[in-house]
């Protein structure tokens, strides 16, 4: 059999030979029906459905489960005469610089508008990325032909069509675009099969997207001449300008060009019966001539040939009638079975396609795959040894054996790429389609965004764009649960640092991360370093005098608090009630709190006791009032507010505000007025102490404890990113620590993010000035993405108030534009009302045995992202850090095991690490922030010198490590100054 193949091709290798034909002749392509649909030349219709993969991860049981219904879906449209299914995947590392370029241009766009230097930052990522991921695409073209329809009604629709061009009397010129020999009949089912296979293939979690005509036609000249098409180019179609051709020629000649002249200037050509030259590539054609023994997945094809690290694509071409090859060569058999056991093999699994075609609704069809290598047409060697592998790779794919001679290696080559024509590949043979269905490429992990600041990738090195608050979300809340050392911190700057940069921003974003420690100071100092104080800032929080917080501040001329500013302080005041922050307040005293809030606005507004403006509180205020010439006396500290918007001093103004406010011991008063005392005098806790008492004593206590909260608010917060380091303050040891650290937690918020949440309804009680200087503001920052970062969050020890504060701001940042992230240690902090709003969920670690289960239940991760947890996310590694990411988007839940994988210069933006803080701190203090990350990530290429380090003082035991850091540091010094010296 094999001699008679080899012997017929070498036929068709001389015809071909001598027969000038045009390499437009292989290609198919015509026109455009629609923006999704294309033109063969002989009328058929040909879509593309890019798959994006599966938006779960799958196992044994879901592979084989999807293959059922994958099969289940196509088994009628291969059941069709004129139907016609081509898959190719394509893998090329050549591609992934231009994919990455792609993927960052919108963060350097949004750069280079916020005026941020970050060129060595994006230089970084580019090469990190470009070693660690390769570029991947896989495609399902459908052709529908007039074959569809039966013999009667193809003869009625051809003479239909005839009569009507003959009616118009139309010719176009034989290099045009025909586009008016498509059958009506024919569209509609074609229309109707591409509908039914896109819903279906939604319904089984597969994530596919119909591709528009100008970016598959770029891709298709992108396949057949990689280095000489432009990012730009586009195909012209019916309805694009026309270029209008010489007078007195014939008008049809100015249409649209065909598309085989468009996709072609390459010049090609065959070298020999294995192999051709198309452009500047030397191509490999490799057909399956013997299918595996043993039916193996599509990944087992991919893991063998990454390892090779070689460009590749594979196509296989499905279509119905496979019974008839087997019946060919079955026949042909029957006269050979005296010279070759195998010829009997073929009779036998003839009859067995022949049972199954008959004694099942399972088509057999007609499979023929094919696999092409390529490498310059001038490097032989490289040519040489990719071919070698990929007959390798092949062939240890189950036991498939394969053939490289052909008739027309150029024929082959063209028909693996994308969309240019149906024709099948030498080699095809009659089979079950859920055993073809098995060997394809539909199994990869899905995509949920296009485009992203934040770029993941999959542990085998596929990218994976991720981008918070995009419309792809109906909301934007992040839940993080990582043990310590799982590398939760350097997640959370990664995904800080990329809501600075994400897509289309006209201005820098308002974050406020609540920190412990100081991980976030990196991304702060960067910022700082490109944008100056006014762009990003840290703070190291204490509850002392300078950085005290009034919790009551309201926004600019609000004599009340706003509706989101009032629930607050009830959860507030709740805290500092409690004795045990895990329990609960008496019944009724919630209500109480609310009408105490009421009446202490009440009692310091303008129409009762407004604070008094006293002469030396504030020196700035004062030489202000005194410059302007505003006659003080006698005037309230509101007063003096509204002179200063009036003259448009407004951060004057803010700042004079804050002596008008009430205070925590004005709560003593108010909670004291006779609208109170009323309703709660008379009832009595257990220890015989009223609500009013009980009230009074435990404010006391707080004021007594903590006299910072008893202060006007000292601390200016003027930058768009902030950072607030909590760690002075939370011990956590004892239950009063925990209720310190819920305080500490509320009150930066509170003084961050609280004008976040201001309505348009809370500007009804303000002047019409006012109203009108928030109408603006808001607007504004409407338009501007917000966020919220709660890192640590297992420090407030399931809270109940904190637990309802943060809930209500899931609740409404939807509304507002804000996006909320939740870091914590521990499993209990995620309760279940949070899981239903969270739409991005990052597991960096599973816990112990004994939590494992745990975890997976509470996430409702299947048993194979259970498994995967379990032996595949262990923190991070030198290969970056694995996490199982579960994202609700407006498409469904993608589950996936993912990567994040940062370069050397993220790393040392990033660390955390003693030492390693210490070098970059010093460093920066003499040549500054980002000379020194460039320094020390391409001295140290790990993003560590801790290594370094220890080394060192074990070699030089009489030097500590400080001192061999500042050698170090020196030497960066001299290094740096010497480079700038030498341009």
Request: hydrophobic fraction near 40%; glycine fraction near 4%; aromatic fraction near 10%.
């Amino acid at each position: 059999m094999n001699f008679l193949y080899n012997t017929v091709e070498g036929m068709f290798s001389w015809l071909n030979s001598i027969s000038n034909k045009s390499i437009y002749n292989y290609c198919e392509l015509e026109s455009a029906d629609d923006e999704h649909t294309l033109i063969t030349k002989d009328g058929s219709l040909v879509s593309v459905l890019e798959i994006n993969g599966v938006k779960h991860m799958v196992g044994n049981d879901e592979y084989h489960h999807l293959c059922d219904e994958i099969t289940a879906t196509l088994t009628p449209l291969l059941k069709k005469q004129g139907v016609k299914i081509k898959c190719f995947f394509r893998y090329d590392a050549q591609s992934t610089a231009q994919e990455i370029d792609e993927l960052l241009l919108p963060s350097q766009k949004s750069a280079k508008r916020l005026n941020l230097k970050l060129e060595d930052y994006f230089d970084a990522k580019r090469q990190t990325l470009g070693q660690a991921c390769v570029f991947e695409k896989c495609y399902l073209c459908i052709w529908s032909s007039s074959d569809l329809l039966t013999a009667p009604a193809q003869k009625q629709a051809y003479r239909n069509k005839l009569e009507q061009l003959k009616s118009h009397n139309i010719k176009i010129s034989s290099k045009a675009q025909h586009f008016l020999h498509v059958i009506n009949e024919v569209r509609l089912q074609h229309t109707a099969l591409v509908t039914v296979l896109m819903e279906s293939f939604f319904a089984m979690g597969l994530s596919v997207k119909l591709m528009e005509v100008d970016p598959l036609l770029k891709a298709v000249k992108q396949q057949i001449s990689p280095d000489t098409t432009d990012k730009g180019w586009q195909a012209h179609l019916p309805g694009d300008k026309l270029q209008l051709g010489c007078e007195g020629s014939d008008w049809t000649s100015w249409l649209w060009p065909s598309l085989s002249y468009q996709l072609f200037a390459e010049e090609s050509n065959n070298v020999n019966m294995s192999e051709c030259i198309v452009g500047n590539y030397r191509y490999a054609p490799i057909t399956i001539s013997l299918f595996p023994k043993h039916i193996q997945a599509f990944y087992a094809l991919f893991q063998t040939l990454k390892e090779y690290q070689l460009p590749w694509q594979i196509s296989f071409s499905l279509a119905p009638n496979g019974i008839k090859i087997s019946q060919i060569k079955s026949l042909l058999a029957q006269f050979l079975t005296f010279s070759s056991h195998e010829n009997k093999l073929i009779c036998h699994a003839h009859d067995l396609l022949k049972h199954i075609q008959s004694n099942t609704d399972m088509p057999v069809i007609r499979l023929s795959v094919n696999l092409i290598t390529w490498a310059d047409k001038s490097d032989l060697m490289t040519f040489q040894k990719r071919k070698a592998a990929l007959h390798k790779a092949i062939q240890n794919w189950g036991g498939a054996q394969t053939t490289e001679n052909f008739g027309d290696p150029f024929d082959v080559v063209q028909s693996s790429f994308l969309a240019l024509n149906r024709r099948g590949f030498p080699c095809a043979v009659g089979a079950p389609l859920n055993d073809a269905v098995k060997l394809m490429p539909f199994f990869r992990p899905a995509l949920s965004w296009d485009y992203g600041a934040t770029l993941f990738r999959t542990p085998d090195g596929k990218l994976w764009p991720y981008q918070s608050g995009s419309s792809k979300q109906v909301s934007w809340i992040e839940l993080i649960y990582a043990r310590s050392g799982s590398g939760k911190s350097v997640l959370l700057n990664s995904l800080n640092l990329s809501a600075c940069l994400c897509n289309g921003l006209e201005a820098l974003p308002y974050i406020s991360i609540l920190d412990i420690g100081s991980s976030s100071k990196g991304v702060i100092d960067l910022l700082k370093a490109v944008g100056g104080s006014s762009v990003a800032e840290h703070y190291q929080f204490t509850f002392s005098h300078t950085d005290a917080i009034n919790p009551f501040d309201t926004h600019l001329g609000a004599r009340y608090p706003g509706h989101a500013h009032k629930a607050f302080l009830v959860n507030f005041l709740t805290v500092l009630l409690l004795e045990n922050i895990q329990e609960s307040l008496p019944d009724g005293m919630e209500a109480m709190l609310s009408l105490v809030i009421d009446e202490v606005y009440k009692l310091t507004s303008d129409d009762q006791q407004p604070k008094r403006y006293q002469l030396g509180v504030n020196q700035e205020i004062d030489s202000k009032l005194q410059e302007l010439h505003v006659d003080t006396q006698g005037r309230s500290w509101w007063q003096i507010t509204d002179v200063l918007f009036q003259k448009n001093e407004i951060r004057l103004a803010q700042k004079t505000q804050r002596y008008a406010m009430p205070l925590l011991s004005d709560l003593i008063n108010a909670v004291n007025q006779t609208s109170v005392i009323d309703l709660y005098k008379g009832l009595n806790l257990a220890s015989s102490e009223d609500y009013i008492q009980y009230f009074c004593r435990n404010i006391t206590t707080v004021i007594k404890n903590l006299p910072s909260l008893n202060l006007v608010t000292r601390i200016d917060v003027d930058a768009r990113v902030v950072a607030f380091d909590l760690a002075s303050v939370m011990s956590a040891v004892s239950a009063n620590d925990a209720r310190i650290s819920v305080i500490a937690y509320m009150l930066v918020r509170h003084l961050t993010a609280g004008y976040f949440f201001v309505k348009v309804q809370d500007l009804e009680q303000l002047s019409v000035s006012y109203q009108g200087y928030h109408k603006e503001k808001l607007q504004e920052l409407y338009n501007i993405p917000k966020r919220i970062v709660f890192d640590e969050f297992h420090r407030t020890r399931g809270c109940a108030p904190i637990l309802r504060q943060v809930l209500t701001d899931m609740r409404e940042g939807r509304k507002h534009n804000v996006q909320i992230a939740l870091a914590s240690q521990s499993l209990s902090d995620f309760s279940h009302t949070m899981l239903e709003f969270a739409t991005s969920i990052f597991i960096l670690s599973g816990g112990n045995q004994s939590t494992l289960e745990t975890t997976r239940s509470h996430f409702g991760l299947n048993q194979t992202e259970a498994s995967a947890l379990k032996y595949a996310v262990h923190g991070p590694t030198s290969e970056g850090m694995n996490f199982i990411g579960q994202f609700h988007t407006v498409n469904g839940i993608n589950t996936q095991l993912l990567n994040l994988c940062l370069s050397a210069y993220e790393l040392w933006l990033f660390t955390t690490t003693a030492e390693d803080c210490y070098l970059k701190e010093k460093l920066s203090e003499h040549i500054g922030v980002m000379p020194s990350l460039l320094l020390l990530a391409q001295s140290f290429s790990t993003g560590s010198a801790k290594a370094y380090l220890e080394t060192q003082s074990n070699l030089q035991v009489d030097r500590s490590v400080k001192e061999i850091a500042n050698e170090l540091i020196e030497n960066f010094i001299e290094q740096y100054y010497r480079s700038v010296k030498h341009g």
